[in-house]
Structure formats: C-alpha cells, structure tokens
C-alpha cells in the first residue's frame, strides 16, 4: 500500500512516512491478530451437541492488561508525533526567500517581492497557478484567502494548510530536489473546486537565476541571491526560531 | 424502582375494515412506540435507498468523468458532432435546446447525461446529510431505540407517547425538505455536509442560493424531532424500569442508546445554534462567519464540529450496545466485561466533547492546540480498544451459532477494528498534514459510520420477528451477508490507496491531475464494487417482502434470549406487557450453572426444581 506514496521531496517528509510506516506496521499487526483471533474462536468454538459454553463474567487482570498495553502504545506515538509536529509547524526556519499565495475561487495567485525583497512595491510580480522557488532553500509562505476556504497542498513536499479568508498564515516548504510538482487545491471551495491547482517549479541555484533575470531584466544586482543550500535537515531545523509557543507567565501578573 | 405503567390504560387496537379514523391512529398517528419505531425504521429505509443512488451517481462520475450514464445518456457521436444518433440523442436534443429557464430538472443537471461539477458537490454534500441524518440516526435510534427501550426495560410505552409521535412527524418533513431541495432554482446545498464558512455563506460562492436555506431549515427541524425523541428516552430510562431493573441490570442496547440520548440531547442545541447563525448570516446580513463582517469563518469550525464529533458517536453508540447483545446471545454466553463496556461507552461519550479539534489541524488552528487535540484523540482509541477485546472475550469460549444476525454483527466488529486502526493515522499531527481531505479520509469513516449498517441490518435480523411476528429466511440473509460483506470491503478498502496517493475527496474529476493519473484504475474498481454493492441489497429486499408475506410465524422467543422483549407474544400486543414483570437478574446469563437449559431469562423466577440437576 504504501509504495503509491508520491515521492517525497521535502526535508521533514521522510519523517511523517517513517511515522506512517510506524503506525502502518503497528496497525496491520494488530488487525491481522484480531481477525485471525477472531476466525479461530469462530471455528474452535462453534455450536456443537454435548459442549456447554464456558460460564464466565470476564477477567479483570486480562481487562487491566489490554486496557494499559494501548493506552501505553498511544502515548509513546503521540509523543513521537509531537515532536515532529512541532517542527514542521510551529517552527519557521530563517528564509532568504518568501513569497505570498493567496487563493480566490479558483487559482492561486502567487505574488513575488521582486528585488527589493518587498511586498507593495513596484517590482512585485504577480503569475497564476505558477509557484517558481529556489531548491533546497526552506521558502515562507504567506497564504491569505479572498473569498472561501482553500488549501495549498503539495503531496510531493508532504505539505498542506488551509487559506482561510480574513487571516494571514505564514507557513514555509522546502523542495529538495529541481523539478516540476502538481499543487491542487485540497479543500472543497465551490463548483470549480475540482481542477483548481497550479505547478511548483523548484530550481536548480542556476535555472532559479536564470528565471529572476528574466523576470526583473532591468535589475543588474539581485539582492535576493539564493543563500548556500542544503539537502540536509539539520540546518533549518538549527536555524529555526519558535513561532508558536505555550502560553507563558509573562511575569507581570496578569492571567491574560 | 418505579412501577411500569399499567398495560390496562392502553385502548385496544382490534381494527376492523370500517373503522377508517382507527386506521389512522393504528398506522398513521399512532401513540404506540412499536409502531414509531416501525415507522422510523420504514422512513429510514427509503432515505438509505436515495442515499445509495446518489453515492452511485458519483461514482459513476468518478470511474468515467463527464461520461454520459448509460441507458438514458446521450451517445459520444451526438456529443461530438450535435447529430442524434440515438433515440435518447433526441431527447436531449429537444430538451438541451430550450431556453435556461424552460430546462428540465435533468438537462440543468445532467446535460446529454453526464453529471455537472455543481451537481456533483450537491450529490456529496446530500449523500452525507442524508446518511447521517436521515438514515443512520433514525433507523437506530428511532427505529431500534422506540422500539426496544420499552420492551427491553419492561414498561409499557415511552414516557410521553405524544411526544413521541411529534417527534417522527417532525422528522417526516425534514426529510421531505432535504429531497425537495433537489429541485429549487440552484439546485441542493453543495458545501460539503460540514458546510464550511465562508462557501456556505454566500450564495455567489457557491451557486445555490434556497438549496442551502432548505438544507438548514431541515436540520433545524430534525434536531428539534431529535430532541423530543432524546428527552423522552433518557427519562423512560430513569422512570419506567421494571421491578428489579437496576441500572447494572440492563442490557447494552439500553446503556447505549441511554447515553446516546444524553450525547443528542446536548450536542443538538449546539448544532441548532450554529445553524440559526448561518441562516441570520444568510438571510439578515449579519457576519458571524464572515471576515468582512467582523465574524470568524473558523468559529463555524469550531461549532460544528463541536456538535459534530459527538454525533459519530450518537451514530455508533447504538451500534455496538446491539453488538454486544446479538454477539452475547449466539455465543451462548454471557458479555465478557459488562462493567468495562458501560464504562467504556461512558468515557467514549466523555471523550467525544474533548476531540473536535482533530478535524481542524490544518485549519490555520494554532498548532499548539493541534497538540493537545490529538492527545485527547490519541485517548478515546482506548475504550474503542477495550470494547472490540470485550467483544473477543465474548467469543472466547462460546457455543457460537452463525446465524445471519450474529454475522452481521461479527461485520460491524470487523469493520469497526478497520476503521477505528485507520483513525489512528489521522490522530498523528503529522502524518494528518499528508491525509487530511484525501480519500484516507473518506475510507476510515465509511468504515465507522457507514459499517453501521452492518449493525443496523444485525438489529434487523435479530429483531425482525419480535417486530413483525415472522422469520426471516435464513439463507437468504447469509447470502446478503456475504455480498454485502464482501463489496462494502472492496469498496472501500482501496479508497485507502487512493489516501496514500494523495487523492484529494470531493474532486470532480480525478483525471485532471497529473500525479493521480496511475490511480484512475483503483477508481473504476471502487465504482463496480458500490455497484454491486447496491445490487446485493437484493436478498434483502426479497427476503423482507416474502417474509412479511409468506414467511412463517415466529415464537415469542425463537433466538432463546433473556431479554425482556422475548418474554412477551411475536409481535408484542399493545402495552406490551400482560402483567408488570419482575427482574431478577442481568441480561446475559447464558449457559447459567443454575439450570439445564443454556438461557435464563431476565424475568423467570428460579424454584428449587431449577437448581436441582446442576
């Protein structure tokens, strides 16, 4: 089943599919064993003349035992999950790169800071359905909606997060490896809902230059030069900062 | 302990031919619980068969998109060349070339035949309304819970048998409404059953304009019936147990449909408020979920799921209460863990007020809340884990009869570990990002609640003879069993595959994307195996009419039970009970050492006789 999982591309993907793996693994074991428990009870006790069923109420070691056993199982993959969970989503990565995505029915409209690095500005540029990043660069992402809910979803970079109009998201991806990925919309937002997508274009450094060249011609330095990438983890994972956090005592002594 | 109503306060119903206002109170008005219940149980029958064509309907679109349907769909040459080819070519020739506005239902709908994106949204979102509204609710819980509460409890009707009425004629036209829906200008409600702010918001958003009004008019009036129903359960649970039915007495069944009560009768109010919010959003310009008005799209969310967690439990609390009981009585043997499966289905309906965040991790939630959200998740796995172990422990030891009630209720079992193990992955914050609104998804829940139906046509074998007096065929329901098995497994199981390839739900048309090209096949398979499906309901169906036609009488006990309900007459007369009966011990004393038979029902009094051979 699992080898219809699109190839992953992103720096945190291999961890969810290790984790899908995981609860894959766990959950086949336990479905094989109850049905196999299942069908041999149906067998080895069947209706048979002269036998009397065994007159039992339960057993409240056996109850206290597969009660605890899940339950303990259960904690151990929520923490597992937690962890990751936390840097994929409530961490942002230092980005040289961020662009806006706002959604309306039924593209993408995907808005580039241009030079200057600045949204609101002459340079802006903005193209339908066409997401143009650098590889190996994590890239921020601010998602707004214009009209309904829609979500950006990237089966290729394990990434997806509703736009949800009236709010600003910042989220971030980051695509490993040059190529071209499929990015549909994945929330249903209206009778257009279905061929709603666009294509993330992820650039070798070279091609990704080549493109702003021809995007901003009469730029002769680029100020957005893409920083040294990395197919490795661990240096966005070093560099990121905390974007949501528990609530903390601020020390002020005021419960809000 | 309270004292059941006196069965001598019940006119009698002797119907002769001329007495026509009497046909109306026995049949149609009726005050009469059993008769309630067997109206809900009818009602929820036809919705399931509207329910089942539409589900078809987008299955068809799925396997051959914007392919004509065959028989009364245009051929490919008259939509190619605009030349009839066909008699049906000519049809749709005529009616395509009329004005907008003169159109047919079908030719705005299904033009030449083929099903339209807008219409494809109206089919999910009323598949899932109808399903879960209309059929799953009131064939267990009106149906079986109307039924069963007092006969199982030993009283002679509900509380309030008015009420009870009222309820089932509310939920007459709420249905009524919801199909009416269909035939507006704009067509029914197309938001997805969870109807998602902003889309539901605005009609320019969607395209249906009353179709959305109805829709909330309809659920409005449905968890008013709701609650009616929910009020007088819970208090003919408290007030109307026989003699001796103490609480830890009561079969499963009770329990279940007991606390779905309590679940129905605080998760509605919820519901009924978020849906009066979108109606003032939609009809008086207010913005509650409208950005522009200051409202919040999410707090819809936050509502609806609210209510709506607890419902997949009011959906399958009723399910498993029955579960236990049919599986207890043709293992010959008492339920393994009768305390264990009340507290269970307790801290299940605990649980399910605390989970609701799990549908919105990638929602623009905070993630921090995603965290504790999956945590509570993560902990209501663990009654479900304890109740399928009872269930084993059930079995373990047993004197088990494969009789088509007990096979349908082994297939809820199964189908419930299926579903519950794939809920886990979806649990998991992380692995969530990649599943979530894909086809894993639409695969775990039609597990959990469309595998009810293995529960509902459990407590329809099993009580079908209680209810009508007659049996039903027993080879025939095997065979409904093992069809039905068999393609509701290869229905839904594959859409699992089509989750893991990313295969987004509610898309019209799944060729239009690239990476979902090599899963096309999966799509076609799914589409034969539903229609199978479907045509498997025919054993059913025969089995049903000849049954109440020809089939042969039933005894008042024909599974040897202990329950309550099989100690009086097949069917049971009015007022159920000829004297109050006294209970003297639990539901699920089978194989007892205390006497030579393996049954010992709820209500016999044990005289030393009894005793004497063991």
Redesign the interface.
Same mark, same amino acid.
């Given at each position: 089943?699992?080898r219809?999982?699109?190839e992953d591309v992103s720096p945190?993907g291999a961890?969810?599919d290790a984790?899908?793996h995981l609860?894959y693994t766990?959950?086949a074991v336990?479905?094989l064993g109850?049905?196999t428990?299942?069908l041999i009870?149906?067998v080895r006790?069947?209706?048979?003349d002269g036998?009397?069923?065994?007159?039992?109420?339960?057993?409240t070691r056996?109850?206290i035992l597969?009660?605890i056993i899940?339950?303990a199982i259960?904690?151990w993959?929520?923490l597992?999950?937690?962890s990751?969970?936390?840097t994929?989503?409530?961490t942002m990565p230092q980005t040289a790169t961020t662009i806006s995505i706002t959604a309306k029915?039924f593209n993408w409209e995907i808005l580039y800071p241009g030079p200057d690095g600045q949204f609101g500005t002459s340079d802006d540029k903005q193209v339908d359905n066409e997401i143009y990043v650098p590889v190996g660069q994590p890239i921020r992402v601010i998602l707004r909606s214009k009209?309904?809910?829609h979500?950006l979803?990237l089966?290729?970079l394990?990434?997806?997060?509703?736009a949800?109009?009236?709010?600003e998201?910042q989220v971030w991806f980051q695509a490993n490896k040059p190529g071209k990925y499929?990015v549909?919309?994945?929330?249903?937002?209206?009778?257009?809902?279905?061929?709603m997508?666009g294509w993330l274009y992820a650039l070798s450094t070279e091609d990704y230059r080549q493109w702003q060249r021809e995007q901003w011609p009469q730029t002769a330095e680029l100020s957005i030069d893409a920083k040294p990438s990395t197919t490795e983890g661990a240096v966005w994972k070093a560099q990121a900062q905390l974007i949501?956090?528990?609530p903390k005592d601020d020390g002020a002594g005021t419960a809000q | 302990m309270s004292e059941a109503v006196a069965p001598a306060s019940f006119p009698s119903t002797h119907l002769s031919p001329t007495d026509v206002p009497r046909f109306w109170r026995t049949y149609i008005f009726s005050l009469d619980h059993k008769m309630i219940g067997k109206q809900f149980l009818v009602l929820s029958f036809a919705m399931l068969i509207c329910g089942g064509l539409l589900a078809l309907l987008m299955r068809w679109e799925l396997a051959w998109p914007e392919t004509p349907l065959p028989v009364i769909g245009a051929s490919q040459q008259f939509i190619d060349s605009g030349e009839p080819h066909t008699a049906m070519d000519k049809i749709w020739q005529a009616w395509l070339a009329q004005d907008d506005n003169e159109q047919n239902w079908l030719a705005r709908n299904m033009p030449t035949g083929a099903v339209?994106?807008?219409f494809?949204?109206s089919l999910f979102t009323m598949h899932a309304t109808i399903m879960i509204f209309f059929v799953v609710t009131p064939f267990l819980v009106g149906g079986f819970g109307n039924f069963l509460i007092p006969l199982m409890i030993g009283a002679g009707d509900m509380a309030f048998p008015f009420l009870n009425m009222l309820s089932f004629w509310l939920t007459v036209p709420a249905a009524a409404l919801v199909l009416y829906s269909f035939f507006v200008p704009g067509g029914a409600a197309?938001?997805?059953w969870t109807m998602?702010?902003?889309?539901s918001v605005k009609a320019q958003?969607?395209?249906v304009e009353w179709g959305v009004n109805l829709w909330i008019l309809s659920l409005l009036l449905l968890s008013v019936a709701s609650l009616m129903g929910a009020i007088n359960y819970i208090t003919t649970i408290i007030n109307l147990r026989a003699p001796g039915m103490w609480w830890f007495r009561l079969p499963l069944t009770i329990w279940a449909l007991f606390i779905t009560a309590i679940l129905l009768l605080l998760a509605l109010p919820v519901l009924t408020a978020a849906l009066l919010l979108l109606w003032f959003d939609r009809t008086l310009g207010t913005g509650f979920f409208?950005?522009?008005g200051g409202g919040?799209?999410?707090l819809w969310q936050h509502l609806f799921w609210f209510f709506g967690h607890p419902e997949v439990y009011i959906l399958v609390l009723p399910a498993m209460g029955l579960t236990s009981d049919i599986l207890s009585t043709f293992?010959?043997?008492?339920?393994?863990?009768?305390?264990?499966m009340v507290l269970s289905m307790m801290s299940l309906a605990f649980l399910s007020w605390v989970v609701w965040g799990h549908h919105m991790f990638?929602?623009?939630m905070?993630? &921090?809340l995603? *965290?504790a959200f999956?945590?509570t998740t !993560?902990?209501i796995?663990?009654p479900s &884990?304890?109740k *399928?172990?009872?269930w084993?422990?059930t !079995?373990?030891?047993?004197?088990?009869?494969?009789t088509s009630p007990m096979l349908f209720a082994?297939g809820f079992?199964?189908n419930f570990?299926?579903g519950g193990?794939?809920g886990?992955?979806m649990?998991?914050?992380?692995?969530d990002?990649?599943i979530?609104?894909?086809y894993f998804i639409v695969a775990h829940f039609h597990y959990v609640v469309a595998g009810i139906i293995f529960g509902m046509f459990a407590g329809l074998y099993y009580w079908f003879p209680k209810m009508f007096g007659c049996l039903l065929d027993e080879a025939l329901g095997k065979v409904h069993f093992f069809l039905t098995y068999l393609f509701f497994n290869t229905t839904f199981f594959p859409m699992?595959?089509l989750g893991?390839?990313?295969h987004?739900r509610?898309?019209?048309?799944?060729t239009?994307?690239?990476?979902l090209q090599p899963?096309q096949g999966w799509n076609q398979f799914i589409t034969y195996s539903a229609f199978c499906l479907f045509l498997a309901q025919l054993p059913l169906c025969v089995n049903l009419t000849w049954s109440l036609w020809r089939g042969r009488k039933a005894t008042a006990n024909p599974w040897h039970a202990n329950t309550l309900e099989w100690s009086v007459a097949s069917p049971p007369p009015h007022g159920n009970f000829v004297a109050t009966p006294t209970v003297y011990r639990g539901p699920?004393e089978?194989?007892?050492?205390l006497v030579t038979e393996?049954w010992l029902p709820q209500d016999r009094a044990l005289s030393p006789t009894d005793v004497s051979g063991r």
């Amino acid at each position: 089943m699992l080898r219809w999982l699109p190839e992953d591309v992103s720096p945190y993907g291999a961890g969810i599919d290790a984790l899908f793996h995981l609860i894959y693994t766990l959950t086949a074991v336990v479905f094989l064993g109850v049905t196999t428990v299942m069908l041999i009870f149906l067998v080895r006790y069947r209706a048979r003349d002269g036998r009397r069923a065994v007159y039992t109420h339960g057993n409240t070691r056996v109850e206290i035992l597969w009660t605890i056993i899940p339950a303990a199982i259960f904690i151990w993959l929520g923490l597992l999950s937690k962890s990751q969970w936390e840097t994929i989503r409530m961490t942002m990565p230092q980005t040289a790169t961020t662009i806006s995505i706002t959604a309306k029915q039924f593209n993408w409209e995907i808005l580039y800071p241009g030079p200057d690095g600045q949204f609101g500005t002459s340079d802006d540029k903005q193209v339908d359905n066409e997401i143009y990043v650098p590889v190996g660069q994590p890239i921020r992402v601010i998602l707004r909606s214009k009209d309904v809910i829609h979500s950006l979803f990237l089966p290729n970079l394990r990434f997806k997060q509703d736009a949800v109009p009236g709010r600003e998201i910042q989220v971030w991806f980051q695509a490993n490896k040059p190529g071209k990925y499929e990015v549909p919309c994945a929330e249903l937002c209206g009778f257009g809902h279905s061929g709603m997508k666009g294509w993330l274009y992820a650039l070798s450094t070279e091609d990704y230059r080549q493109w702003q060249r021809e995007q901003w011609p009469q730029t002769a330095e680029l100020s957005i030069d893409a920083k040294p990438s990395t197919t490795e983890g661990a240096v966005w994972k070093a560099q990121a900062q905390l974007i949501f956090a528990w609530p903390k005592d601020d020390g002020a002594g005021t419960a809000q | 302990m309270s004292e059941a109503v006196a069965p001598a306060s019940f006119p009698s119903t002797h119907l002769s031919p001329t007495d026509v206002p009497r046909f109306w109170r026995t049949y149609i008005f009726s005050l009469d619980h059993k008769m309630i219940g067997k109206q809900f149980l009818v009602l929820s029958f036809a919705m399931l068969i509207c329910g089942g064509l539409l589900a078809l309907l987008m299955r068809w679109e799925l396997a051959w998109p914007e392919t004509p349907l065959p028989v009364i769909g245009a051929s490919q040459q008259f939509i190619d060349s605009g030349e009839p080819h066909t008699a049906m070519d000519k049809i749709w020739q005529a009616w395509l070339a009329q004005d907008d506005n003169e159109q047919n239902w079908l030719a705005r709908n299904m033009p030449t035949g083929a099903v339209t994106p807008a219409f494809y949204n109206s089919l999910f979102t009323m598949h899932a309304t109808i399903m879960i509204f209309f059929v799953v609710t009131p064939f267990l819980v009106g149906g079986f819970g109307n039924f069963l509460i007092p006969l199982m409890i030993g009283a002679g009707d509900m509380a309030f048998p008015f009420l009870n009425m009222l309820s089932f004629w509310l939920t007459v036209p709420a249905a009524a409404l919801v199909l009416y829906s269909f035939f507006v200008p704009g067509g029914a409600a197309a938001g997805g059953w969870t109807m998602y702010a902003t889309l539901s918001v605005k009609a320019q958003y969607s395209g249906v304009e009353w179709g959305v009004n109805l829709w909330i008019l309809s659920l409005l009036l449905l968890s008013v019936a709701s609650l009616m129903g929910a009020i007088n359960y819970i208090t003919t649970i408290i007030n109307l147990r026989a003699p001796g039915m103490w609480w830890f007495r009561l079969p499963l069944t009770i329990w279940a449909l007991f606390i779905t009560a309590i679940l129905l009768l605080l998760a509605l109010p919820v519901l009924t408020a978020a849906l009066l919010l979108l109606w003032f959003d939609r009809t008086l310009g207010t913005g509650f979920f409208l950005p522009e008005g200051g409202g919040e799209p999410l707090l819809w969310q936050h509502l609806f799921w609210f209510f709506g967690h607890p419902e997949v439990y009011i959906l399958v609390l009723p399910a498993m209460g029955l579960t236990s009981d049919i599986l207890s009585t043709f293992s010959r043997k008492p339920i393994f863990g009768y305390h264990a499966m009340v507290l269970s289905m307790m801290s299940l309906a605990f649980l399910s007020w605390v989970v609701w965040g799990h549908h919105m991790f990638q929602s623009g939630m905070n993630p &921090a809340l995603g *965290t504790a959200f999956m945590m509570t998740t !993560l902990v209501i796995a663990v009654p479900s &884990a304890i109740k *399928t172990f009872n269930w084993l422990g059930t !079995l373990w030891g047993g004197s088990i009869q494969l009789t088509s009630p007990m096979l349908f209720a082994l297939g809820f079992v199964s189908n419930f570990v299926i579903g519950g193990l794939s809920g886990i992955y979806m649990a998991s914050t992380p692995v969530d990002i990649y599943i979530h609104d894909t086809y894993f998804i639409v695969a775990h829940f039609h597990y959990v609640v469309a595998g009810i139906i293995f529960g509902m046509f459990a407590g329809l074998y099993y009580w079908f003879p209680k209810m009508f007096g007659c049996l039903l065929d027993e080879a025939l329901g095997k065979v409904h069993f093992f069809l039905t098995y068999l393609f509701f497994n290869t229905t839904f199981f594959p859409m699992h595959f089509l989750g893991v390839a990313g295969h987004m739900r509610r898309i019209y048309n799944p060729t239009e994307y690239e990476f979902l090209q090599p899963m096309q096949g999966w799509n076609q398979f799914i589409t034969y195996s539903a229609f199978c499906l479907f045509l498997a309901q025919l054993p059913l169906c025969v089995n049903l009419t000849w049954s109440l036609w020809r089939g042969r009488k039933a005894t008042a006990n024909p599974w040897h039970a202990n329950t309550l309900e099989w100690s009086v007459a097949s069917p049971p007369p009015h007022g159920n009970f000829v004297a109050t009966p006294t209970v003297y011990r639990g539901p699920y004393e089978y194989s007892s050492p205390l006497v030579t038979e393996d049954w010992l029902p709820q209500d016999r009094a044990l005289s030393p006789t009894d005793v004497s051979g063991r």
